[in-house]
């Protein structure tokens, strides 16, 4: 009788015109921490494009990005990037502005897509409303290995099961199950596994295809180990959007006569920062609409190397640091991963000292620049590399390993401590810089001149007294230092740059005396990345090579693709929310170059400072090559096993 009662009312209603309401897709994983990927593209789809807010994001995106100082450069980059960089932002954006879509969440897929071509971690668009929201997740994550003949191959990293077991333990049983009849609960099987096809495809044919869409780097062989690395959770286990729903692997187990084809689904995780909701509207609402905090907080901050830089050291301490919309943060390694070492004193937070068993080499694994308190971690680099002279290391290696930047001064007093005063390390210790003078930057200077009143605390970064001159001269309060601007031509558009800026780091910077000598030898230290050492971490790494003859090694990787050991040069890196405190700061905001306020909770990020050159000082270091000394292959006994990686690298480097 209810059921028959139910169809009567159905025939009501379509009889008399009225249809019952569609279900609401977002309330379908409101609430919830675990879905399924398709669900959430249920969601994303289901909310259409408003016409006047892509033109208003389109619009924040053109005129933040006149202070960007890469654009005419991305067109085509100087060799070796010229066929890895190569993309007419503006040409895009118009593209994209004329094109329909048929939600707002393909509208950003396109938009991110776009800028992240440019393959500079800098230059990122962000949007709250998908990233980061929900990531895609696989249980079984990727390595590149080499084996005991020196074959690569694409193998499931042979730590996978404890791994996932250790981050994803409510959603084990969902893979145990999904697995076929003869390999039921039976995931940990799968470790170490060499995988013959993706997809029905050659492995390399899909970690090529992720090299078109992943952005951040220019190398391509850095953006290659993103896929399949030494880290866990590369592009392939965690995806930044819902991409796909599962992927089809042909793998050959340990110990197995036969190949096996499995299918896995991805399960998608609400992340710790998204906002909670319950259906579209609380979901639009609380992650997707500028608020009142919406150019107070910029949302690409959740975007940076951990830990966060606290809004009082950001606008008292330059940074230079990597924007990455699949943080390595976002999972946990268990204890068992971590090096088996005791940390000696000065350890903090992304600094860990330590002394390899041989009692002569010490090790810095250096996970960022950023930090909590500024003054208390450089005070901790000092301590840590004192410490360790201490204990009898007359060699250093400094593992540098997905470390994205973070304080600019860090990376110089870094490399000032270690290689002692001399030309090199004093007054500059790392590159001399570079902005993009366009007109409403040098407006927004001589407004600061007209009335330093406007900034008293020094906090704007266009503020004259901020800088030095290519002499290390500061600047006075009356001093447009954008001019004489140096007029330039490239990629065939005319573009206007500040003269050469210094030095800002010392003494100001420095809250700490530092040594009268080298702790270390240059020539006896050995940086250690898989690549992915970017901003603050380039300048370190850049000049501690090509100014101080530092070994570098790059961990991982195809042998036959050049290994660079840092990319994302930079010089100073900041967003469309700083810019717009600095426009409206100095009551520019009606100047018609300006970027309206942004009706979403995104941002755009940008390079704002570009840092000259070593091998070639007038051009920028950005477009220059960093070869790694050492393409250390990475074996079974090797990934993901840093203190096997210091002690290789030590045998082959430092003995």
């Keep these: 009788m209810v059921v028959l009662q139910s169809f009567v009312t159905l025939a009501l209603l379509l009889a008399s015109g009225v249809q019952a309401a569609p279900a609401d897709p977002c309330a379908a994983i409101g609430g919830k921490k675990w879905v399924a990927p398709s669900e959430v593209r249920a969601c994303y789809q289901s909310f259409k494009l408003d016409n006047s807010v892509k033109n208003n994001i389109i619009d924040v995106v053109n005129r933040t990005l006149a202070f960007h100082t890469s654009t005419n450069y991305q067109i085509r980059a100087p060799a070796p990037f010229t066929v890895d960089v190569h993309v007419n932002v503006p040409q895009e954006l118009a593209r994209i502005k004329r ?14 897509r776009t800028v992240k071509r440019l393959n500079d971690g800098h230059c990122v668009w962000t949007f709250g409303c998908y990233v980061p929201f929900f990531f895609n997740y696989l249980p079984i994550p990727l390595a590149h290995l080499t084996d005991d003949r020196g074959r690569q191959g694409v193998y499931i990293a042979p730590e996978a099961f404890a791994v996932a077991s250790a981050e994803f333990p409510d959603q084990i049983d969902v893979w145990q199950n999904a697995l076929p009849f003869h390999l039921k609960g039976k995931l940990e099987s799968l470790n170490g596994a060499k995988v013959l096809l993706i997809n029905g495809l050659d492995p390399y044919a899909s970690v090529n295809a992720n090299t078109l869409i992943t952005g951040s780097y220019q190398g391509y062989g850095t953006r290659q180990n993103a896929y399949a690395g030494t880290t866990f959770w590369a592009t392939f286990a965690q995806q930044s959007l819902p991409l796909a729903d599962s992927v089809l692997l042909t793998i050959q187990r340990k110990g197995a006569v036969i190949p096996d084809t499995i299918v896995l689904p991805y399960r998608s995780r609400l992340s710790t920062s998204a906002k909670a909701f319950t259906d579209t509207a609380s979901w639009r609402a609380n992650n997707c609409v500028a608020t009142a905090t919406t150019n107070e907080e910029d949302p690409s901050t959740r975007f940076e190397q951990a830990p966060p830089i606290p809004v009082e050291e950001r606008v008292r301490h330059p940074i230079n640091v990597f924007l990455d919309d699949t943080p390595l943060t976002n999972v946990d390694l268990p204890p068992t991963l971590k090096p088996a070492l005791p940390a000696v004193k000065g350890s903090r937070s992304v600094s860990q000292f330590y002394l390899l068993d041989d009692k002569k080499t010490g090790v810095l694994a250096l996970g960022s620049f950023s930090d909590t308190v500024y003054d208390e971690f450089l005070r901790g680099l000092l301590e840590g590399l004192l410490t360790l002279k201490s204990e009898g290391a007359t060699q250093l290696i400094v593992d540098v390993s997905n470390n994205g930047g973070g304080y600019i001064c860090a990376a110089h007093w870094l490399h000032r401590i270690i290689a002692g005063p001399k030309s090199t390390t004093e007054p500059q210790a790392g590159l001399d810089t570079k902005a993009r003078a366009g007109p409403l930057a040098q407006a927004i200077v001589d407004e600061l001149n007209k009335n330093p009143k406007l900034d008293t605390d020094l906090f704007l970064n266009y503020n004259p007294q901020n800088w030095r001159d290519a002499s290390n001269k500061p600047f006075d309060a009356q001093t447009n230092w954008l001019r004489p601007v140096v007029e330039s031509t490239i990629n065939g558009v005319p573009d206007a740059f500040s003269p050469r800026l210094g030095q800002e780091c010392q003494p100001e910077g420095f809250p700490f005396l530092a040594p009268t000598e080298a702790l270390f030898d240059p020539t006896k230290v050995v940086i250690v990345s898989n690549g992915r050492c970017a901003s603050s971490c380039s300048l370190f790494s850049i000049t501690m090579s090509k100014h101080e003859g530092a070994k570098t090694v790059v961990v991982g990787g195809k042998s036959d693709i050049r290994q660079q050991y840092c990319g994302i040069v930079g010089g100073q890196s900041t967003n469309f929310k700083t810019i717009d405190t600095e426009i409206k700061t100095t009551q520019l905001k009606n100047n018609s170059l300006a970027p309206p306020d942004l009706l979403v909770a995104g941002s755009q990020g940008i390079t704002w400072r570009l840092a ?35 002690t290789e690298v030590t045998k082959r480097l430092l003995q």
């Design 612 to 646: 000259f050159g070593l091998d070639k000082p007038e051009e920028p270091e950005e477009w220059q090559d960093h070869p790694a000394d050492l393409n250390l292959p990475v074996t079974a006994a090797l990934v993901n096993n840093p203190v096997a990686i210091w």
């Design 99 to 112: 094109q329909s879509y048929r939600s707002e969440y393909d509208f950003h897929v396109d938009l991110s």
